[in-house]
């Protein structure tokens, strides 16, 4: 199983080919016979809500440099997406939650950005459950509070698939 098309078999080496299997496209191990399987990203992100807002942050990385989104990224092996959406937000803007007390917002799927797709879950939390003072830290080039409102009258730009969170996000814990 890989994130992005294997051109080679992840486990001896060996170039894959293309087959037709499930009613799909796949790559195919001529050595080892078995299907590479190409699958999505999980990641996790929270929405954290306050009177001015949602928090989001203006994203320093690829896809979308220079776009504001909820802050998130990718999930680790040994985490849930709470715990994941949790250390995220942390480590972009220095804000901190407990996972327990996050809430399930939504969830879209992603891509593809080179190749890879992504399956991102997203959470929301209100403000007085965090502790700290948002700022931009790592992956990210500033921070904001913004409404649905105030973020269009902006010439700023979101990220893709951003708009439905920061909406939900607010719709509901606005």
């Known amino acids: 199983m890989t994130s992005h098309p294997a051109s080679f078999c992840p486990d001896c080496g060996t170039e894959t080919e293309s087959t037709h299997f499930d009613g799909r496209d796949r790559k195919l191990c001529p050595a080892c016979e078995r299907i590479v399987w190409h699958n999505p990203i999980p990641t996790a992100g929270v929405a ?11 994203r320093d990385v690829e896809p979308g440099i220079g776009e504001w989104g909820v802050p998130g990224g990718h999930m680790e092996v040994d985490e849930t997406p709470e715990e994941a959406a949790a250390r995220e937000l942390e480590e972009e803007t220095g804000v901190s939650v407990d996972p327990d007390e996050l809430a399930l917002l939504e969830t879209f799927t992603s891509g593809p950005f080179a190749g890879k797709y992504v399956v991102s879950i997203g959470f929301a939390v209100r403000a007085e459950a965090t502790t700290g003072t948002p700022e931009a830290l790592n992956e990210v080039q500033a921070v904001g509070w913004f409404t649905p409102r105030s973020f269009a009258a902006s010439d700023a730009v979101l990220h893709e698939d951003h708009a439905q969170r920061l909406r939900l996000a607010w719709e509901r814990f606005g």
């Open 48 to 58: 954290v809500v306050g009177d001015e807002g949602v928090l989001l942050g203006q």
